[in-house]
Nanobody, 122 residues
Framework: QVQLVESGGGLVQAGGSLRLSCAAS????????MGWFRQAPGKDREFVAA????????YYADSVKGRFTISRDYAPNTVYLQMNSLKPEDTAVYYC???????????????WGRGTQVTVSS
């Protein structure tokens, strides 16, 4: 079955960096969109970044543009989120998601990971 497994979260000071990884398995993702979302305590889940697996188009929330970079590798299928200049407001659980047979990043995603905690101290 499809599995998305996030890793790389942790505790970091403001201004620091983390790289999240999402190991994707169980289907061919080459026609999909892969996204990162986050949910802070008491807040709704929000879009962070996405990449169209085929073509490499990338999209970012305004709040992370210029600080975060999404990328992917084919072998093994892994999606990364490089997070630089982290701020306390970036603290959240970060989720990896996949949208089947998609060439855009909006709308509903079909598969989700369990998330990884990112905590940024001030």
């Amino acid at each position: 079955q499809v599995q998305l497994v996030e890793s790389g979260g942790g505790l970091v000071q403001a201004g620091g960096s983390l790289r999240l990884s999402c190991a994707a398995s169980g289907r061919t993702f080459s026609g999909d969109t892969m996204g990162w979302f986050r949910q802070a305590p008491g807040k709704d889940r929000e879009f962070v970044a996405a990449i169209i697996w085929r073509g490499d188009n990338t999209y970012y929330a305004d709040s992370v543009k210029g600080r975060f970079t999404i990328s992917r590798d084919y072998a093994p299928n892994t999606v990364y989120l490089q997070m630089n200049s982290l701020k306390p407001e970036d603290t959240a659980v970060y989720y990896c998601a996949a949208k089947r047979r998609s060439s855009d990043y909006v709308g509903q995603y079909d598969y989700w990971g369990r998330g990884t905690q990112v905590t940024v101290s001030s």
